[in-house]
T-cell receptor, first 109, second 114 residues
Framework: EDQVTQSPEALRLQEGESSSLNCSYT??????LFWYRQDPGKGPEFLFTLYSAGEEKEKERLKATLTKKESFLHITAPKPEDSATYLC??????????WGAGTKLIIKP | NAGVTQTPKFQVLKTGQSMTLQCAQD?????MYWYRQDPGMGLRLIYYSASEGTTDKGEVPNGYNVSRLNKREFSLRLESAAPSQTSVYFC?????????????FGPGTRLTVL
């Protein structure tokens, strides 16, 4: 069964304290792995798509990486405005995405 | 450019009542989706429409129906609401162009069924 698991469920960091969020997946025939950001009371907002193991993408303080079993979202020197829930999803060959439950990130000033 | 819009933003229903959630996108995307989001769970696909005139069931279609009215609009109908349908509902449209594959989400409808 295709599955996506994100860890930790919640992460509290001090401003400037770098860390990583994990997204592990089991899927037959990965066609893409997606990262989204969701602010409270809003819809998810697209961050990255990764297609193959070894691929990396960066945007400001965020860097996403992909292996054959998992993806990491690295956050370098985070700021309070980076606080949000980060969602991971995988696509396995049809139009449907399989979503993880998300990691709630809180950055304290 | 409004992106994806959803109405209403909030709704309270009694068990057995019906309602339609409206969604529209102005980005000329072919594919549109309806998801529900519940605490502690990932987004779950209810129905999707790969193109105008087609609709397909997702992971949790029971109790729902959809209509792809035209390329812009994709509505979700609850015929007889149940407390288990209390959730936040998101509509999304998809841009698939070359190596770019992105879903754009609306702001959501928060539904409570009493």
């Amino acid at each position: 069964e295709d599955q996506v698991t994100q860890s930790p469920e919640a992460l509290r960091l001090q401003e400037g304290e770098s860390s990583s969020l994990n997204c592990s997946y089991t899927v037959s025939g990965l066609r893409g792995l997606f990262w989204y950001r969701q602010d409270p009371g809003k819809g998810p907002e697209f961050l990255f798509t990764l297609y193959s193991a070894g691929e990396e993408k960066e945007k400001e303080r965020l860097k996403a990486t992909l292996t054959k079993k998992e993806s990491f979202l690295h956050i370098t020197a985070p700021k309070p405005e980076d606080s949000a829930t980060y969602l991971c999803a995988v696509q396995a060959g049809n139009y449907q995405l399989i979503w993880g439950a998300g990691t709630k990130l809180i950055i304290k000033p | 450019n409004a992106g994806v819009t959803q109405t209403p933003k909030f709704q309270v229903l009694k068990t057995g009542q019906s309602m339609t959630l409206q969604c529209a996108q102005d980005m000329n995307h072919n594919s549109m989706y309806w998801y529900r989001q519940d605490p502690g769970m990932g987004l779950r696909l209810i129905y999707y429409s790969a193109s105008e005139g087609t609709t397909d069931k997702g992971e949790v279609p029971n109790g729902y129906n959809v209509s792809r009215l035209n390329k812009r609009e994709f509505s979700l109908r609850l015929e007889s609401a149940a407390p288990s349908q209390t959730s936040v509902y998101f509509c999304a449209s998809r841009l698939l162009a070359g190596m770019s594959d992105t879903q754009y989400f609306g702001p959501g409808t928060r539904l409570t069924v009493l």
